[in-house]
């Protein structure tokens, strides 16, 4: 016992020296993953412009269709028609109500009333594509609309 | 004296105090950048029978299919859309004998625009060639009217914008007993301008 008190007064401290690297490892970990887009996309979307605008609601509460031309590397097979993209994939404007409906059930049943549709559409697509979907949403019920937008100037948009 | 030979090692002990700094910073400001928009209601799709509205309460904005913006029946720039829409709602066309006086109205009472706010309509019909840019730009310029009629309304009644009240209101940060009273001036604010947009189809000659 003496022996040892005199070799070594001391226990070794344990080494933290490894902790930075656990926390840049975190923090790289963050740096990466926080992705904003949740879905590709197939369709052109650049929004038009709006001032008066008003944040969606919680994320959950939302169904998302996305209309616009098809993406540049898409436009040889799929042309230059605007399309309608829900989800992943593209659709004609019939399905938009099937899809709509499928993805309402998908919802608790106590938010369901509360469930917005969030119209992101390429400010460059006709009217009269947008006024189909609501057409559909309105045979569904669904009358709850965001006409998605970014927050900039709305004169922007004449060009 | 016992030496000590041997280089002293930095510390590094700090080190995690600075990834830490680092990490939180990142947590802190990557905010997922949240989507805003216009929120409009659609109208159920059995509709009642049409209403005969008197046509000095209904304001008709038309988009064409090149683009013109066209306000009742003259072809308008957008620039102009708003002040013509306010001067309509905030009209305030009939006279304080009539029960349905508009006592806040600031218009010049004209017999041409809206008799009282709550009866003004605003009917807005796009081509369907007309782009989706313009369409949202109109329909933006329309909110921006409504919104500074409300804003100025709030201003006088309680001292604050009605945009900011809503946006409070909807903030989850807001008190429920605020939100409450919150909530109570929405409404009346929201009342004493309603937004009667309508897309439908109207017919001149009811």
């Known amino acids: 016992m003496r022996n040892f008190r005199n070799n070594k007064s001391k226990l070794p401290a344990i080494s933290t020296a490894s902790l930075p690297d656990i926390v840049f490892m975190l923090l790289f970990f963050f740096m990466t993953v926080t992705t904003i887009k949740d879905n590709t996309l197939l369709v052109d979307n650049n929004l038009p412009n709006a001032t008066e605008v008003k944040k969606l609601e919680k994320k959950d509460r939302i169904i998302e269709i996305f209309v ?92 | 004296m016992v030496r000590n030979n041997e280089v002293p090692e930095v510390n590094a002990g700090s080190m995690a105090d600075i990834a830490f700094l680092l990490l939180i910073f990142f947590l802190v400001t990557t905010t997922i950048q949240t989507d805003v928009g216009l929120d409009r209601k659609l109208p159920p799709k059995d509709t009642t029978p049409p209403l005969p509205v008197n046509e000095r309460n209904i304001f008709r904005v038309s988009l064409n299919k090149n683009n013109e913006l066209w306000i009742e029946s003259d072809l308008r720039k957008i620039e102009d859309l708003k002040s013509e829409a306010i001067a309509f709602l ?54 921006a009217a409504y919104n500074e009629l409300r804003n100025r309304e709030a201003q006088r009644l309680f001292g604050r914008d009605f945009v900011e009240m809503e946006r409070a209101y909807f903030d989850a940060k807001t008190k429920a007993k605020e939100k409450i009273e919150l909530k109570k001036n929405i409404y009346q604010i929201r009342n004493m301008y309603p937004m009667n947009l309508s897309e439908a189809k109207t017919n001149m000659n009811l």
């Open chain 2, 90 to 143: 905030d009209n305030g066309g009939n006279p304080i004998s009539n029960e349905n006086h508009c006592s806040y109205c600031q218009g010049n009472a004209s017999s041409s625009a809206s008799d009282n706010p709550q009866k003004a309509i605003i009917s807005f019909a796009s081509d369907r060639e007309a782009t989706y840019g313009m369409y949202v730009m109109v329909q933006n310029e329309l909110t």
């Open chain 1, 68 to 159: 616009g031309k098809p993406a540049p590397e898409l436009a040889s097979v799929l042309g230059s028609e605007p399309k309608i993209q829900l989800d992943d994939r593209l659709a004609s404007v019939t399905e938009v109500s099937t899809y709509v409906l499928s993805e309402l059930a998908k919802k608790p049943e106590s938010i369901r009333n509360y469930v917005t549709v969030s119209l992101k559409v390429d400010k460059e697509v006709k009217v009269g594509v947008v006024s189909d979907i609501k057409e559909e949403l309105r045979k569904v019920n669904l009358l709850k609309v965001n006409y998605t937008t970014y927050e900039g100037d709305a004169f922007r948009n004449m060009q």
